[in-house]
């Protein structure tokens, strides 16, 4: 009891290196996103104007704050692209959220049912593609979907489709590419609820009559909604703000807010519009954003 | 029906689990075949070459590129190893202390927080500050990104410890640094390990934090390929994909080993 008490003090001196470096490198950045979004374009390096600026103190902060901008915001309201911008991503995220839970789930069940050794492999074989660049999994998918890619010749082996079908730069591709990428992301959470069931609750269920179905619905799928809860925020969140995907295997059409912002900031140079997108991306992914911060609390500290 | 028969692994469960991994490791198969392709129309077989591998070793970019990757990985990772055990001890050990919910938030949200914003915060931050950018701020960048992923994974280490030996060690005289060292941190090891190798291999993989916040001539690894994949498929793109595959590949099974190391030695295996 004492040793514990003893052990805390220290511990929390441990936090003060960790905590600086978030609040310089975490927070502070956001008030610079802030800062920029309420901004003017400019023709110059950096590309804007300030508008306002806490090293003037008071008095600077009361002239600038009567000369602020809420430009950027207003135009990402009045300007469609935006709008739809911010539609398509959440759209794309939740139906892609939805393939990945019904894709992802029979995997990570059928993982807890193998034996632990098994469990151990699959799970090790689950990770390796985690592991492995984001880039290169989209690259070997624009390999297999090109024109003459092998899709195409293995469809037309077969005999299904008699000329080459356009692939590449289609929602279909990126879809493919996302529950590709993001799959990892679903079955680890799954898999980790499902594993930690109670085997004794389905005897229960079958010792009064449940059929496999039945005992599933009724007993499996309620309790694993924390791990479904949790791999689908695991996956809608990032993917919301996803780029390199819908970039390499969308088509040129609808942008996602993430190809947006990459281009007002890389090929507009329009620094404030990018940061005001960024914001207005932030205060969407808010509340998905909390709960998952409390869910990943519970998760680390409930022991 | 018998409970037996409930929990058995099912022709559906069976067939699911094939599906769901052939899914997975199809295309990087493939990727990897064509990759010693000879003929120079990735989808066309010309039998077996190594000549894009050769190829590789005269692309000085390429070249300059995965040493710029290997250094950022190796320093950043380091960073974040240090940083990110530190933030899991204080999380797991220091009780509560003001400003906790802050500290594990700034922690949870990086690890799915969209790159974009990420990346586009830490560039505005830079520029504020007029450091110039290139090796030392993709560097930071990596950190703060990947000390998070370090700190879930030896706080949940941390949290399935017997506290009774540090406090045994305590209890005998020691101070709470010497328990640390000497009783709590060899325990955690292999959770700091792969800690450390997740943290470089997300650092190697990563695409948008980098491109945002690196300066000019500074690429690494994955903004050399981004800009060559931009151009369609090329056979020497398939090379350099199969060496990071199977560099990875390799640090898997390193970590793996490590962990069953030491899962052998009593304690449960890191959750990599």
């Known amino acids: 009891m004492g040793a514990s008490r003893n052990f805390e003090a220290p511990a929390r001196i441990a936090a003060i290196a960790p905590y600086l470096?978030?609040?310089?490198?975490?927070?502070?950045?956001?008030?610079?996103?802030?800062?920029?979004?309420?901004?003017?374009?400019?023709?110059?390096?950096?590309?804007?104007?300030?508008?306002f600026d806490l090293s003037q103190g008071l008095e600077g902060l009361k002239a600038a704050a009567a000369q602020?901008?809420?430009?950027?915001?207003?135009?990402?309201?009045?300007?469609?692209?935006?709008?739809?911008?911010?539609?398509?991503?959440?759209?794309?995220?939740?139906?892609?959220?939805?393939?990945?839970?019904?894709?992802?789930?029979?995997?990570?069940?059928?993982?807890?049912?193998l034996s632990r050794?098994?469990?151990?492999?699959?799970?090790?074989?689950?990770?390796v593609p985690f592991w492995t660049s984001f880039l290169i999994r989209i690259y070997a998918w624009i390999n297999i979907l090109q024109r003459d890619g092998l899709l195409n010749d293995v469809l037309m082996a077969l005999r299904i489709i008699s000329a080459p079908l356009v692939w590449l730069s289609t929602d279909t591709a990126m879809y493919i590419g996302i529950v590709y990428s993001y799959l990892p992301f679903m079955v680890l959470p799954l898999f980790a609820t499902l594993s930690k069931l109670d085997a004794s609750l389905l005897e229960a269920a079958a010792d009064l009559g449940c059929s496999r179905r039945q005992a599933f619905w009724l007993v499996t799928w309620p309790l694993s909604l924390p791990g479904v809860g949790a791999g689908a925020l695991l996956c809608f969140i990032p993917i919301?703000?996803?780029?390199?995907?819908?970039?390499?295997?969308?088509?040129?059409?609808?942008?996602?807010?993430?190809?947006?912002?990459?281009?007002e900031f890389f090929t507009n140079r329009d620094w404030p519009?990018?940061?005001?997108?960024?914001?207005?991306?932030l205060i969407v992914l808010l509340l998905p954003l909390l709960v998952y911060d409390r869910l990943q609390r519970k998760q680390l500290e409930a022991r | 029906m018998s409970a037996r028969a409930l929990t058995r692994l099912s022709p559906f469960n069976m067939v699911s689990l094939a599906l769901g991994f052939a899914f997975l490791y199809v295309p990087l198969v493939i990727l990897i075949v064509f990759s010693f392709n000879a003929s120079r129309l990735v989808t066309v077989w010309g039998g077996w070459s190594t000549r894009w591998y050769a190829e590789l070793l005269n692309d000085a970019a390429m070249i300059e590129a995965a040493w710029m990757s290997l250094r950022v990985g190796v320093t950043s990772a380091t960073f974040a190893t240090v940083l990110g055990t530190m933030a899991a001890v204080a999380l797991s050990r220091g009780g509560g202390f003001r400003?906790?919910?802050?500290?594990?938030?700034?922690?949870?949200?990086?690890?799915?927080?969209?790159?974009?914003?990420?990346?586009?915060?830490?560039?505005?931050?830079?520029?504020?500050?007029?450091?110039?950018?290139?090796?030392?701020?993709v560097t930071a960048a990596h950190t703060t990104l990947t000390m998070c992923f370090v700190t879930v994974i030896v706080q949940s280490r941390l949290n399935d410890l017997d506290r009774s030996?540090?406090?045994a060690a305590m209890d005998l005289g020691c101070s709470p640094a010497r328990a640390f060292f000497a009783v709590t941190l060899p325990m955690i090891m292999p959770a700091v390990a792969a800690?450390?190798?997740?943290?470089?291999?997300?650092?190697?993989?990563?695409?948008v934090i980098a491109s945002f916040t690196t300066g000019p001539g500074a690429s690494t690894l994955p903004i050399r390929i981004y800009s060559e994949v931009r151009l369609g498929v090329k056979p020497q793109i398939n090379a350099i994909c199969t060496l990071m595959v199977a560099f990875v590949a390799l640090i898997i099974v390193i970590a793996s080993l490590v962990s069953k190391l030491s899962s052998a030695r009593g304690g449960s295996a890191a959750p990599l």
Do not use: C, H
């Open chain 1, 21 to 51: 470096w978030m609040v310089l490198f975490f927070l502070v950045p956001f008030y610079f996103i802030l800062k920029i979004s309420l901004s003017q374009t400019a023709i110059a390096q950096p590309p804007y104007e300030p508008q």
């Open chain 1, 68 to 113: 602020l901008s809420v430009e950027n915001f207003r135009l990402l309201v009045i300007d469609d692209l935006y709008v739809f911008s911010y539609l398509r991503s959440v759209v794309v995220a939740a139906v892609s959220t939805l393939i990945l839970v019904v894709l992802g789930y029979p995997v990570a069940y059928g993982m807890s049912r």
């Open chain 1, 117 to 127: 050794g098994w469990q151990a492999l699959a799970m090790l074989a689950v990770i």
């Open chain 1, 240 to 263: 919301t703000g996803e780029f390199v995907i819908p970039d390499l295997l969308a088509g040129s059409g609808q942008m996602m807010i993430g190809q947006t912002l990459w281009g």
């Open chain 1, 273 to 281: 519009v990018a940061s005001a997108i960024a914001v207005v991306l």
């Open chain 2, 99 to 137: 400003g906790r919910t802050l500290f594990s938030g700034m922690l949870n949200a990086p690890l799915v927080m969209p790159e974009v914003i990420t990346g586009l915060s830490l560039l505005l931050l830079f520029i504020a500050v007029e450091v110039g950018r290139g090796f030392w701020t």
């Open chain 2, 165 to 167: 030996l540090e406090e």
């Open chain 2, 195 to 207: 800690g450390w190798m997740l943290a470089f291999t997300l650092s190697l993989d990563d695409l």
